[in-house]
Antibody, heavy 123, light 113 residues
Framework: QVQLVQSGAEVKKPGSSVKVSCKAS????????INWLRQAPGQGLEWIGR????????DYAQKFQLRVSITADESARTAYMELSSLRSEDTAVYYC????????????????WGQGTLVTVSS | DIVMTQSPDSLAVSLGERASINCKSS????????????LAWYQQKPGQPPKLLIY???TRESGVPDRFSGGGSGTDFTLTISNLQAEDVAVYYC?????????FGPGTKVDIK
């Protein structure tokens, strides 16, 4: 099964943007919808959105609709999540996660997961 | 959005004993056309991403020990860990995938008594 490898930790100022990458190792992105989720310190899991790389179709949670952009470069086997207008409440570990069943149902369980990328927003 | 709740928030169980975690959805996640419950369970250990344990409410992911079992239907679900092992110390989350956006319960922390 493919492994998802994410970019390293980031420290950002309030109001700035962050772009996190997620590379498929040992396989292709084409078989998956790539989802992005986040987990604030000591908190639960929150879905941000997803992309189907083969058709570049995206779907975002309403909460993030105006601030997030999810893209993919199939040739590079990499998906990206960019979050803008950062605030302190965006401090979290951001995960990418694959969904193999995206052709059968709009959302599914998530497997595999990337290792996570800590984004810290601080002045 | 479908709201997921879990109980208890945490529990401590002796090694070899059974741990049960409850998960409730604000609306049914049972799809009548195929009689499947769109509910998954994950295990998360500190510093690690979540690991898929169960999907369709009761189907174990490949490689997951059979001491993990899932049950329930509609709006009420249970994850049971039989014969608790030290390596099962973790936070457990349920997730519904019936309706977008997918949503998670707040988690249940399992410790050794």
């Amino acid at each position: 099964q493919v492994q998802l490898v994410q970019s390293g930790a980031e420290v950002k100022k309030p109001g700035s943007s962050v772009k996190v990458s997620c590379k498929a190792s040992g396989g292709t992105l084409s078989n998956y919808a790539i989802n992005w989720l986040r987990q604030a310190p000591g908190q639960g899991l929150e879905w941000i959105g997803r992309i189907i790389p083969t058709v570049d179709a995206t779907d975002y949670a309403q909460k993030f609709q105006l601030r997030v952009s999810i893209t993919a470069d199939e040739s590079a086997r990499t998906a990206y999540m960019e979050l803008s207008s950062l605030r302190s409440e965006d401090t979290a570990v951001y995960y990418c996660a694959g969904d193999l069943r995206f052709l059968e149902w709009p959302v599914n369980w998530f497997d595999p997961w990337g290792q996570g990328t800590l984004v810290t927003v601080s002045s | 959005d479908i709201v997921m709740t879990q109980s208890p928030d945490s529990l401590a169980v002796s090694l070899g004993e059974r741990a049960s975690i409850n998960c409730k959805s604000s609306q049914s996640v049972l799809y009548s056309s195929n009689n499947k419950n769109y509910l998954a369970w994950y295990q998360q250990k500190p510093g690690q991403p979540p690991k898929l344990l169960i999907y369709w409410a009761s189907t174990r992911e490949s490689g997951v020990p059979d001491r993990f079992s899932g049950g329930g239907s509609g709006t009420d679900f249970t994850l049971t860990i039989s014969n608790l092992q030290a390596e099962d110390v973790a936070v457990y989350y349920c997730q519904q995938y019936y309706i977008s956006p997918p949503t998670f319960g707040p988690g249940t922390k399992v410790d050794i008594k």
